[in-house]
């Protein structure tokens, strides 16, 4: 294990800031690509350095991203469980701490108090904590007795006045305690890509719910509602707006395929038929095959890792592709949702925006309709506007069009039909002056001593047989097993067993459980180390052999 990390500047100076801070609270804001896993993970070296005995907890918005958040620790010798739950009893005491999401926590706040106890906690994407008001409730209910707390987020601001727990409120603004924005990434070169937003405006027809009869472009000015059903119509999968934007953000892809092979698109569709639909169109008009990734799936998370580690060119999801989902091959998107917030939107801009060392030419593109709403929100981004964490009392008002949709009866909405879209001109709005990126830039900080952090021994855990630098994976690596992995692999090899020895003993599973446990000095199955798991084997197969 590489006991010594090479930081980007900004990760550096941010942690200076966390370890010369008396304060139990600190909020790091980050834009999304930068490396805030990194930087807390490194926090946490250094807490968990001060006491070997204290537990780490990462607070992570998805289950696909506790398995993720699991591997990440394990390149510092920092071993989660991303499976934990309060039935399991114990942590196993070859484990450093857990990873669990907010709505677990919302579930098991008791337990985690007492798990979380003089601990260090991460949370990532903070702003979850008030999705829900009995989220930010359980969150501070499961994690005020810790030591520690450390909050990260690339998109921290929200569109209700729910506070969130643990965050310093100044004037209702919430205040971070270190910043690292979009522009200063794209100024430090290297860290972040520049997006283009190009943008369709068309013209579209549709039926309100009374029948009438409505026509307009994007440029028309519409009050709320019928430029919500304006954009319906612009995306439908019935006309034609849709498919020449499609067609635009193939032949974009194509062309960074050819430098970059393994370049990707994602396609954020509105619901799940919308998504279907969508891959219909790419299939049988342009003859691309999608991956479709639906919230309702039990297989997401794994056709995700799939999809980033494979090579395939289209991904379509609904909603399942948000922060710290890292699929660093997404070059090209099309944003086909009729979701229009500022936080959502942000989201998705933030999952094209990771840099891939080694490729010269970074620049991303999300295909956007030339919606007003939109086409402010890429402005703000592209203008590098710094974004304040302000509880805004008019953001109250702002919904997004799947909560517009709902208004009214079943029968009146049944009555909106989008009649056709046809697009017309596009427009590209680019994040970064186009002169200004030097793909020939060479990172000069690489030699850079002042960067290079020495990492403190990582605690030592019960069962560990092997040095403290074969604990983890190589930095970056991801060849290794985390630890929860390994124990699955060996309770999946005990159970095997097991039924060997209940056939041959006559006995009942319970009874064979019962005796390997006593002879391997196993209590409970999922607090069990590696140490004992390969003990409980090695005594399975003794037994199996006579």
Do not use: C
């Not at 469980?81 to 919302?106: E, F």
């Not at 829900?132 to 987020?153: C, P, Q, T, Y």
């Amino acid at each position: 294990m590489t006991r010594s990390i090479r930081l980007r500047p900004w990760q550096k100076a941010a942690f200076e800031k966390f370890v010369a801070s008396d304060q139990a609270d600190f909020l790091t804001v980050a834009t999304p690509g930068a490396g805030k896993t990194t930087f807390a993970l490194t926090a946490a070296r250094h807490v968990l350095a001060q006491d070997p005995r204290r537990r780490l907890v990462v607070v992570a918005p998805t289950a696909h991203l506790k398995v993720q958040w699991a591997r990440a620790a394990a390149a510092f010798a920092l071993h989660l469980d991303p499976a934990w739950s309060a039935a399991d009893g114990r942590l196993p005491s070859d484990m450093h701490g857990i990873v669990t999401t907010y709505q677990q926590v919302a579930s098991s706040a008791e337990t985690l108090a007492t798990v979380s106890r003089d601990a260090f906690v991460v949370f990532d994407e903070i702003h979850h904590a008030g999705d829900d008001r009995a989220w930010g409730e359980s969150v501070r209910v499961a994690f005020e007795g810790a030591a520690r707390r450390l909050a990260i987020s690339g998109t921290p601001f929200r569109s209700d006045t729910r506070a969130i727990p643990f965050v310093n409120y100044v004037l209702e603004e919430a205040t971070p305690d270190f910043e690292y924005g979009y522009g200063e990434a794209l100024a430090d070169r290297r860290v972040v890509r520049p997006v283009y937003f190009p943008r369709t405006n068309g013209h579209m027809e549709w039926t309100e719910p009374d029948g009438s009869l409505n026509a307009a472009p994007f440029d028309d000015a519409l009050d709320q509602a019928r430029s919500s059903q304006r954009l319906r119509t612009a995306l439908s999968v019935e006309g034609e707006w849709l498919p020449t934007v499609l067609r635009e953000a193939i032949a974009q892809l194509e062309k960074l395929r050819a430098d970059q092979p393994n370049a990707a698109g994602l396609i954020i569709a509105t619901d799940q038929d919308h998504a279907r639909g969508i891959v219909r169109i790419m299939r049988e008009r342009f003859g691309q095959q999608a991956t479709v990734v639906l919230s309702d799936d039990p297989d997401a998370s794994n056709r995700i890792a799939t999809f980033a580690s494979g090579t395939d060119a289209w991904l379509v999801a609904v909603r399942m592709v948000s922060e710290g989902v890292d699929i660093p091959r997404l070059r090209v998107g099309v944003y086909a949702t009729t979701t229009t917030t500022e936080l959502f939107f942000r989201q998705a801009v933030g999952r094209f925006v990771r840099w891939t060392p080694g490729v010269k030419d970074q620049k991303a593109y999300l295909f956007i309709p030339d919606d007003p709403r939109l086409r402010s929100r890429a402005f703000q981004i592209a203008d590098q506007r710094r974004h304040s964490l302000r509880k805004r009392e008019t953001d109250r008002f702002e919904r997004d069009e799947a909560a517009l949709d709902l208004q009214g009866e079943e029968e009146q909405l049944s009555l909106f039909a989008a009649l056709s879209a046809v697009a017309t001109e596009h427009e590209t709005h680019n994040s970064w002056d186009a002169d200004d990126v030097d793909d020939d830039f060479e990172l000069t900080l690489d030699d850079d001593p002042t960067l290079v952090l020495d990492l403190a021994p990582p605690p030592p855990l019960a069962g560990d047989r092997r040095s403290l630098d074969e604990l983890g994976v190589a930095f970056g690596g991801d060849a290794a097993r985390t630890r929860r992995e390994e124990k699955k692999r060996l309770r999946e090899q005990n159970s095997e067993l097991v039924i060997l020895l209940v056939r041959r003993t006559g006995q009942t599973h319970a009874q064979v459980n019962a005796e390997l446990n006593r002879l391997s000095g196993v209590g409970r199955i999922t607090e069990a180390t590696v140490a004992q798991l390969r003990k409980r084997l090695e005594v399975a197969e003794r037994l199996a052999k006579r």
